[in-house]
C-alpha cells in the first residue's frame, strides 16, 4: 500500500471496509438498484462507478455537504471512490457518504463500520495477484466456486497425514466433465467419496501434480456440482508449515481448518496473506495469530478470496 502516514492498522480496516462496500454495491439488492439507475451500462457482477459517483454527489448536494452549484462533484469524486472500492484508503467523510446514500441494511452498516474501526476481521479478502484478463497465458475456469472447504490434518510426527476437501461449483459453460485437482507432492493417494471419480495422479509441472476427477454426468451451463474428497498424505521430505489456498479467480464461502496431532502441538499459529505464491514475490503481507481450540485446531470461515493467497502458518 501506498505510504499515507497511517498505520498499519488504520490501512488494514481502510482496506476491509472499502472492499466490503464494493460487495454491496455488486450484489443485487437496493444499493444496486440506486446506482443502476443512473448507469448508462451495466455489467453483471460489475460495479459502474460513474454511476456510483452521481449517486454520492446526489446525496452531497441533497444534505448540503457540497454546495449545489459544484456540477464537477461527480468528476472529483471518481478517484475517491475508485481508491475506497479497491481498499486503497477512504476518509471518514466518504464512508459517511457511502453510507448515507446507499438503503444498505443495518447490520451491514455496523459491519462497515466495524471494519473500519478494526474491530472486525475482513470477510472479503482481495490480494494482488494479477486477475485473469491480466494474465494472457491464463484460462480461466470454465466454473465458478460457490463453495470451498479444506481441512487438514497433522500427525504425531509433525507432517500433513490427511486433507479433505468439498466444493460446490456452477458451470459457466456446457460441457463440463470433470475438476482438476492440484497438489505439491506425488506421495499421496485421493479418494472420491461424492460427486467424481478419481483417474491417476500425474505431473503437470516442476512440483506439482493433478487428479482429474471425472463427473458422473457432464455439466450444463449453470448447473451445479458438488464434489468431496480425501488426500490421503505420506511426505518423504517434510512441507513448509503451512496450509495455504491460492486463487486468481474469486472463491466463495472458503473455509480452511487445520488440526494438529495432540502429541505434536505447534509453538504459535498464523492466519496469512501473501502476495503470491510462488517465485520472489512469496511474501507475506499480513498475518493475524490464532488460538488452538478444544480440538488442537485453527478454523478461519470467509465470504470470499479474490486474487489472493491465504491461509494457516505455524512455527514449532
Sequence with gaps: MPRTGKTAHQQRAE???????????????????????????????????????????????????EPDGNKTLPRKLKDPVSKALRGLGMSPR???????????????VTHIRALYRGD?????????????????EYRAHDYETLKLQEHHWLGADGLPSRHRTEIMIRARVDGISSYQYRIDTPHARVRAVR????????????DIWAVDLKFPHTLKAGEEHYIEFWTLLKYDVAPPPEMRRGSHERVEHLD????????????????????????????????????????????????????SVVGFYWEW
Design 120 to 136: 472486525r476481521r475482513p470477510s472479503v479478502i482481495v490480494g494482488v495477484l494479477p486477475s485473469p484478463d491480466q494474465m494472457p
Design 256 to 307: 480452511i481448518r487445520v488440526e494438529f496431532h495432540p502429541d505434536k502441538l505447534p509453538r504459535s499459529v498464523f492466519w496469512g496473506e501473501w502476495a503470491h505464491y510462488a517465485g520472489p514475490g512469496n511474501k507475506l503481507i499480513d498475518r493475524d495469530e490464532h488460538v488452538l481450540d478444544e480440538h488442537f485446531a485453527v478454523h478461519r470461515y470467509v465470504e470470499a478470496i479474490e486474487r
Design 15 to 65: 482496506r476491509a471496509a472499502g472492499l466490503y462496500l464494493r460487495e454491496l454495491l455488486s450484489a443485487p439488492g437496493p444499493a444496486r438498484d440506486r446506482w443502476e439507475a443512473l448507469a448508462d451500462e451495466i455489467r453483471p457482477g460489475e460495479i459502474t462507478q460513474a454511476a456510483v459517483c452521481q449517486v454520492l454527489a446526489l446525496y452531497m448536494w441533497d444534505q448540503a455537504i
Design 195 to 206: 460427486g467424481g471419480e478419481g483417474g491417476a495422479l500425474h505431473q503437470l509441472g516442476p
Design 94 to 108: 466518504l464512508l459517511r457518504c457511502f453510507l448515507g446514500a446507499f438503503m444498505f441494511s443495518d447490520k451491514a
